[in-house]
Structure formats: structure tokens, C-alpha cells
């Protein structure tokens, strides 16, 4: 099987992320990369790390090369994706978009927290949500129509929802949580998960050696989070930027129900029952707590658990890379099922040790 893919948006933190996974991944022949900004650029002279790997250059957005593509890649900002998504499944193609275009399942909500109507209902309807470990009904649906000959759509998690509920979603599928109670998620991101344009808070010189909140009260993956777990109007997220390249921590504070239990672990030993069959989420033995560095350059999330009995409380802590398991590994994940390939097919499960 050979999988003509390619990666609009390909010259950003995420889009180069995806670049470097295709090129690796055996049924996967990359034929082209976009980069409005950067049409005509060889990809090894804007990222010398691929020198030697590939000779492929960026193209413009509309390059005719992507009507070819059996499977596309959008790593674009929101609302590009609505426009381009269409043309490629009315096709016939597979669209695996990394935007938020596809992640909210309600127009109404997605046009509160983005500011702008969502001018693609139905294909919002069909879209499949990419987390593959919480909704795999979802994209056994869209591997369904493309083995039908149809066009499928997957809208990927976000990298601070994908964290935030691979630990949270056992406990609250599991009734340990308690009803209408507020759920308090304070996160910590790598730089890169900003985006390649530096701005004043993302340039090396404000950004190293600090810590700050951001978007707090106000964060778009606030509606993505409580959609995923099933409580609206419920999440206190609050991200914060740490001067990292890459990697995503994510610690959510869960009320736990009257009736459930308070030992820590129990709770464990369910949650490695939950993820039994899930090649890429660890659950950590009792008393260790996840490391951005244990997963960065993998498609793994790490989840540790705790306890605070005097309260009530379960923290449940997940880290991920946020440029892997948070946007290029996951959408490849995503891929490999739609496709009815291995799911790890491609992808890393060991980090970069140091």
C-alpha cells in the first residue's frame, strides 16, 4: 500500500512535526508540503535537521499536487481548514485537520469562543473527533466510509484537551466524580505549542526564565475539554506558558462523588484497566507523577494519580509532547485507523531519553 499524503501548512511548529513523522511512516509517500510564506524553500534550508532526508520543497497552498493526495494533512489556522477541508472529501479524500475547525460539535458554541459562524454544518456533523483512546467509535465510522469509497474527516484533539482528558475521562466515565461540581485544570505548555510567529510573549528574551498564566478564563479548549468530558459549563482552565520547546503538563483537580472510593490505588488500577488496550497512555504505579521529558518526541501520554483524602480531591495529572501526541503523532494515529493500518504504525513510543 502506498498512501499518497501531503501537509498544507507544513512550515509551522506542528506542520514540520508532521513532515518529519510522514517521511518515516512505511506506507506514507509525502508528495507535497504547503507554505504560502515559504513557496519555493527547500524544507532542508528552512530546517536543516532534514538534510539529506528529503529533497521535497514548499508549495503554495493551492498547489495542484494536493488534489492528488489520497490522504491531507491541514495545519492551519482556524477557519482555513472550513474553507479547504470540502473540496478533499467531496473527492473522496481523507482530511486529518490539526485546526479547530472540526472539534466542536456545535456551531453555535465553536462561533461564541472563535468569533466567527462555522460556515460548514453538515461536514461538522460527519466529522469524526480525533482522540482516538476516548472516541474510537468515531473514527471506526470514518475508516468505514473510506473503505466505502467516501470522503472522511477527522477533527483532532487539541494538545492541552488531549492531556487534560486522557487524565480526567476515566474518572468521569467511571461515576467517581461529582455531579455539577467544578473541575479545576491548570496546565503548563512548551513555547512551541504558541506557534513559529514569536510575539511579545513567545520571543526568547520575555519567554526564558518565566512563568505566566494566559488566557485565563478565556482559553478556547475550555468548551473542546468539557465537551470531551461531558461537563459543560464546569471547567476552571487556566494554561500557562514555561520556557520549554516542547512538551505539555496538565493537572486536573476532580471532586470525587460521595460514594467513591478514596484509595488512591484503587482508582490506579481501574484506570490501567481503562487503558489496558491502549498502545500509547501509561498509567503510572502509585506515587510517581509524569515528566514532559519522559514523553517528548513520542506519541505517549503519561498519567499519574493522587489522592487528597482531607478534601475529597483526585488529581490526576497527564503529560504529553505537545507537538506528538498533541497535534502531528496523534493526526498520523488517527490516520493509521482510518486507514485500517497498526495503530502505532510510524510512531514513536520511546521518548528522547535527555
Not at 519555493?40 to 536543516?48: I, L, R, S
Not at 494554561?239 to 490506579?268: C, F, K, M, Y
Not at 521529558?293 to 490526576?316: Q, W, Y
Request: aromatic fraction near 6%; charge should be negative.
Amino acid at each position: 500500500m502506498s498512501i499518497k499524503c501531503g501537509i498544507v501548512g507544513a512550515a509551522g511548529f506542528a506542520g514540520v512535526e508532521l513532515i518529519r513523522v510522514a517521511l518515516r511512516h512505511p506506507e506514507f509517500e509525502l508528495i507535497a508540503v504547503t507554505s504560502n510564506e515559504l513557496a519555493g524553500t527547500p524544507v532542508a534550508k528552512e530546517y536543516p535537521g532534514f538534510t539529506g532526508a528529503t529533497n521535497l520543497v514548499f508549495t503554495k497552498h493551492d498547489d495542484p499536487a494536493i488534489d492528488e493526495c489520497d490522504l491531507v494533512f491541514l495545519a492551519v489556522p482556524h477557519t482555513a481548514a472550513m474553507a479547504m477541508a470540502p473540496k478533499i472529501v467531496n473527492r473522496g479524500g481523507v482530511v486529518v485537520d490539526i485546526s479547530a475547525d472540526f472539534r466542536l460539535k456545535d456551531p453555535a458554541v465553536y462561533e461564541q469562543w472563535y468569533k466567527v459562524p462555522h460556515t460548514q454544518t453538515e461536514l461538522l456533523k460527519r466529522a469524526a473527533f480525533g482522540l482516538p483512546e476516548l472516541f474510537p467509535d468515531d473514527l471506526a465510522r470514518a475508516a468505514q466510509e473510506r473503505a466505502q469509497g467516501k470522503g472522511a474527516l477527522v477533527g483532532c484533539a487539541g494538545c492541552y484537551p488531549t492531556a487534560t482528558s486522557l487524565a480526567a475521562a476515566p474518572a468521569v466515565r467511571m461515576g467517581l466524580v461529582a455531579d455539577n461540581a467544578p473541575v479545576v485544570v491548570d496546565a503548563i505548555s512548551g513555547v512551541t505549542g504558541a506557534g513559529k510567529k514569536a510575539t511579545a510573549r513567545t520571543h526568547f528574551c520575555f519567554a526564558d526564565e518565566n512563568l505566566e498564566a494566559y488566557g485565563v478564563a478565556t482559553h478556547r479548549h475550555t468548551p473542546e475539554i468539557e465537551q470531551i468530558l461531558g461537563i459543560p459549563g464546569r471547567l476552571v482552565f487556566t494554561p500557562h506558558l514555561a520556557p520549554l520547546n516542547r512538551g505539555l503538563l496538565s493537572t486536573v483537580n476532580l471532586p470525587l462523588a460521595a460514594d467513591a472510593t478514596r484509595d488512591a490505588q484503587e482508582i490506579i488500577e481501574q484506570y490501567k484497566r481503562y487503558y489496558q488496550d491502549s498502545t500509547f497512555v501509561t498509567v503510572l504505579d502509585k506515587g510517581i507523577m509524569p515528566k514532559t521529558s519522559s514523553v517528548v518526541g513520542a506519541n505517549c501520554a503519561h498519567i499519574g494519580l493522587a489522592v487528597n483524602e482531607r478534601v475529597g480531591m483526585l488529581i490526576a495529572v497527564g503529560a504529553i509532547d505537545n507537538l506528538g501526541k498533541g497535534a502531528a503523532d496523534q493526526a498520523v494515529q488517527c490516520a493509521n485507523v482510518v486507514w485500517g493500518l497498526p495503530e502505532n504504525l510510524g510512531l514513536d513510543t520511546v521518548a528522547v531519553p535527555v
